[in-house]
């Protein structure tokens, strides 16, 4: 049986609830939330390279990584950036295997930026797409 325009509204109405309250979670929250991705980010890419060399020794809060982890431009990691895009499949940057490159729009000293990506980072963009439109339909 074939589902009525006001099932397919209401089931719609229901997965925009859903989302608008996933975003009203994250929102009232955003303290909390960026502590536990900060968390998970140490965690998982502890062992990276990149995070071994500021001898962060299991650390996963904001003090310790704003304390150890300088602010950095591309350029300073662009060494690591061209390992990784030349084939080095070693924990570089990432204990998560690159997925694919981005590029930057504009360019830097007539070079586009390369971005690499995990496939987690792809994911988090597909579900923050998928919270445009209950959003756009407020």
Do not use: C
């Not at 536990?36 to 809060?61: C, F, H, M, P, S």
Request: aromatic residues 6%; hydrophobic residues 40%; charged residues 25%.
């Amino acid at each position: 049986m074939a589902a009525t325009s006001t099932e397919l509204g209401s089931a719609t109405s229901e997965k925009d609830a859903e989302k608008l309250a996933f975003i009203e979670e994250m929102t009232v929250n955003a303290d909390k939330v960026q502590e536990q991705v900060l968390a998970e980010i140490l965690t998982q890419n502890a062992e990276t390279e990149y995070l071994q060399r500021y001898k962060l020794g299991g650390a996963k809060d904001r003090a310790a990584f704003k304390s150890k982890i300088p602010m950095v431009t591309y350029e300073d990691l662009q060494q690591e950036i061209r390992r990784i895009a030349n084939g080095d499949r070693s924990a570089i940057l990432s204990a998560h295997p690159i997925s694919e490159f981005l590029t930057s729009s504009g360019t830097s000293a007539g070079e586009r930026k390369l971005m690499p990506t995990i496939q987690e980072e792809m994911d988090r963009k597909q579900l923050l797409y998928s919270l445009l439109m209950p959003v756009m339909n407020l």
